[in-house]
């Protein structure tokens, strides 16, 4: 089925390690965001790319890179994972029209211990 | 830069009857895309219905309607004959094409009770 697939589902880090979470779209969507949700702040934007080769920063950046080499994919990096960065993620993309609103992945629950 | 807020953070509902989640907003843009999303305890985002600021006619998915309040910059979803597998987040949501200006309220935890 057609969609955004992010891998993996469930993750635990220890301070200070650092992993890649990994999310691919099939639409030929030109957008593609990661945002963080956390209890009672809703989903906040971490970066986003509005096509291959660009990328940019979100409201919560700190802690995270990301690259767009191709339009499919979009990952996002964890340089040293901190206890604050416990969260769902969430990986979308969007055709440049907005009116379609995101398409989501099934998110990743990360816990850093 | 542009902000939605959800007052309500938790909403109970008995089963078959209506509900009704509120949903502000703050823009100076005139041309923007609302959206209502919702997220069960599976945790996918799923789109329930979207309105485009343009329109003045409420956009309408089945059980789903909004009411569109333009000048009140409200976008209200109203849930009809609710079902158990209504029980979800809601988050309301507010886009723009410019740039990747899209924002999320903080949600509202809705649980039908049988």
């Known amino acids: 089925n057609a969609g955004v697939t992010q891998t993996p589902k469930f993750q635990v880090l220890k301070t200070g390690q650092s992993m890649t979470l990994q999310c691919a779209q099939d639409?030929?969507?030109?957008?593609m965001s990661w945002y963080r949700q956390d209890p009672g702040m809703g989903l906040r934007l971490i970066h986003y790319?509005?096509?291959?080769?660009?990328?940019d920063q979100g409201e919560v950046p700190n802690g995270y890179n990301v690259s767009r080499s191709t339009t499919e994919d979009f990952p996002l990096r964890l340089l040293s994972a901190a206890p604050s960065q416990t969260s769902v993620y969430f990986c979308?993309?969007?055709?440049?029209?907005?009116?379609?609103?995101?398409?989501f992945g099934s998110g990743t629950r990360l816990t850093v211990v | 830069a542009q902000t939605v807020t959800q007052s309500q953070p938790e909403m109970s509902v008995q089963e078959a009857e209506t509900v009704t989640l509120s949903c502000t907003y703050d823009?100076?843009?005139?041309?923007?895309?609302l959206f209502w999303y919702k997220q069960p305890p599976s945790r996918q985002m799923i789109l329930v219905i979207r309105?485009?600021?343009?329109?003045?006619q409420n956009a309408t998915e089945n059980r789903f309607s909004v009411n569109f309040q333009k000048a009140a910059k409200s976008f209200s979803l109203k849930i009809s004959d609710s079902q158990l597998g209504d029980t979800a987040m809601y988050f309301c949501?507010?886009?723009?094409?410019?740039?990747?200006?899209?924002?999320f309220g903080t949600g509202t935890s809705l649980t039908v009770i049988p």
């Open positions: 823009t100076s843009e005139n041309n923007y895309y």
């Open positions: 309105q485009e600021a343009y329109k003045q």
């Open positions: 979308a993309s969007r055709p440049t029209g907005a009116n379609y609103g995101y398409t």
């Open positions: 639409m030929n969507h030109e957008y």
């Open positions: 790319s509005v096509g291959a080769g660009i990328t």
């Open positions: 949501a507010f886009g723009m094409n410019t740039g990747n200006q899209f924002y």
